[in-house]
C-alpha cells in the first residue's frame, strides 16, 4: 500500500513538472501571446492603425511596435544589441532580409527564420522637390541623375539657372549603411553616372563612382537614418535648406499635406527613370522565439497580407501586394487627391532591388567615401 501511494506521488510530480515544460513551448488556447514587431519608420503610421484591429480580433495577441531604419535592424539583429526580444522584423526591402539571414548564419550555423518571409506592401523609389526649383533643375520634367550632380557641384542655384535669393542647392537622402532608400539612391545614381542598367559590384569600382560618392558625402549633412524621417525634415526646413530629395513614394504621397500646411505650398513628385521596386517583407525570427510566439507572427503577418488591411496600406500611399486590391477603389487614396506628379499607372516597368552582394558594396563606398 504505502509503495502504490508513493509511485502514485511519484507520478504525479513528474506530471506538473512536465506540464509546466509543457507550457513554456506549447501554444494553449486562452493564454496570451505577446510579439515584438521591429519595422522599417515607412510604415510605422499605417502599422500603428492596423496594430489596433488586429488585437481586437486577436484577443490573446499583444503587438509591441518598434521601429528602426532598415540596415540598422539587420545590424542590431545580429549583434544582438536590442533591449528587446525581436518576434518579427519587417525591413523596407526583402533583400535586407537575405543579407540577415546570410549574415546570422555564417555566425550561428542555424536558420535565422521559420519559414519564408511573406511580402506586405510595396512601393518605389521617388525624387521629391519644391515646384519652383523643381522647374528649374528639371525643365522637361523628368528627374535626371546628371543635372542633379551638375547643381551639388556648383553648389549655389544662381549657377544653374535659379534665383540668386535661392542661395546654396541642397540635396538630401538617408545614410545608406543605415536606410535601405539611401542605398537604392546611390545604387540608381551610380548606374546611371556608369551608363549601365544594372550596378554589380564589378561596376561600382571605378574612379567616376568613387568621385560620385564622395560629392554626395559631402553635401548631405549628417543624412538622417530613416527614410520618414528625412521627409519629415525636408517639409520642416523647407526651401532654401532642403530643394531635392528621393524617397518612398508611399512616404511622398502620405505627407504631401504636410507640406502645404507648413510651407504654404505642395512639393512635386518626380518618377525616376529607372526606378527601383522595394518590398516591405515580413520574417519571423528564431531566435528565442517559441512555437506559440512564433504562431502569433505568424497570424500578424497573415492579418497584414489580407485585403481589408491592404486598403489601410494603400491609404497612406503603398501599393498592394494582394493583388484583388485596385488602387482606384480604396476610400481616401492619396492617387485620388490630384498629388503633384502622383501616377495610379507607373511611367516605367520597376527594378528588382540590388542584390545583397551590390548593397554591400554600396555601404563600403560609402563609408570610405571622402
Known amino acids: 500500500m504505502k509503495n502504490t ?13 512536465l506540464a509546466s515544460l509543457g507550457l ?18 515607412e510604415v510605422q503610421e499605417a502599422l500603428q492603425e492596423l496594430e489596433t484591429e488586429f488585437e481586437k480580433s486577436h484577443p490573446n495577441i499583444e503587438v509591441e511596435l518598434k521601429f528602426q531604419g532598415s540596415q540598422d535592424m539587420v545590424n542590431k539583429y545580429i549583434d544582438n544589441k536590442n533591449d528587446f526580444k525581436p518576434t518579427v522584423l519587417i525591413p523596407a526591402n526583402g533583400e535586407i532580409l537575405k543579407e540577415l539571414s546570410q549574415r546570422y548564419q555564417a555566425t550561428n550555423n542555424s536558420e535565422a527564420f521559420y519559414e519564408q518571409p511573406k511580402p506586405i506592401a510595396k512601393t518605389i523609389l521617388v525624387g521629391v522637390a519644391w515646384s519652383e526649383r523643381g522647374k528649374v533643375l528639371f525643365p522637361d520634367g523628368n528627374f535626371d541623375w546628371g543635372r542633379l550632380e551638375k547643381a551639388m ?5 544662381g549657377k544653374v539657372g535659379g534665383v540668386g ?7 538630401v537622402t538617408t545614410d545608406p549603411t543605415r ?18 542598367s544594372n ?23 549628417q543624412p538622417p537614418r530613416s527614410t520618414d524621417i528625412l521627409l519629415q525634415e525636408f517639409i520642416t526646413r523647407g526651401p532654401n535648406e532642403a530643394d531635392v530629395a528621393t524617397v518612398y513614394e508611399s512616404i511622398a504621397l502620405h505627407r504631401w499635406q504636410e507640406a502645404g500646411k507648413s510651407q504654404g505650398k505642395p512639393y512635386q513628385i518626380y518618377y525616376l527613370n529607372p526606378t527601383v521596386e522595394t518590398v516591405s517583407t515580413g520574417a519571423i525570427v528564431k ?28 491609404q497612406y500611399g503603398f501599393r498592394p501586394v494582394n493583388q484583388s486590391v485596385d488602387l482606384k477603389s480604396v476610400p481616401n487614396s492619396p492617387w485620388s487627391q490630384n498629388i503633384p506628379g502622383a501616377k495610379v499607372t507607373l511611367p516605367v516597368k520597376p527594378s528588382p532591388p540590388p542584390n545583397t552582394q551590390t548593397l554591400g558594396e554600396i555601404k563600403r563606398l560609402w563609408e570610405r567615401a571622402n
Open 287 to 314: 531566435r528565442d522565439v517559441g512555437e506559440g510566439e512564433a504562431e502569433a507572427g505568424r497570424k500578424f503577418l497573415d492579418f497584414l497580407a489580407q485585403p481589408k488591411q491592404q486598403f489601410v496600406f494603400v
Open 165 to 171: 535669393d535661392w542661395g546654396s542647392f541642397d540635396f
Open 5 to 17: 501511494q508513493k509511485k502514485s506521488r511519484i507520478f504525479a510530480s513528474t506530471g506538473i513538472i
Open 153 to 157: 557641384q556648383a553648389r549655389q542655384w
Open 199 to 221: 550596378a554589380g559590384v564589378n561596376n561600382l569600382n571605378s574612379p567616376a563612382i568613387d568621385s560620385l560618392f564622395a560629392l554626395v558625402k559631402r553635401s548631405v549633412y
Open 24 to 41: 513554456a513551448y506549447i501554444p494553449i488556447p486562452g493564454v496570451n501571446q505577446t510579439i515584438v514587431v521591429v519595422a522599417g519608420t
Open 179 to 196: 536606410s535601405n532608400s539611401g542605398q537604392l539612391t546611390m545604387n540608381l545614381w551610380a548606374q546611371s553616372k556608369a551608363g549601365i
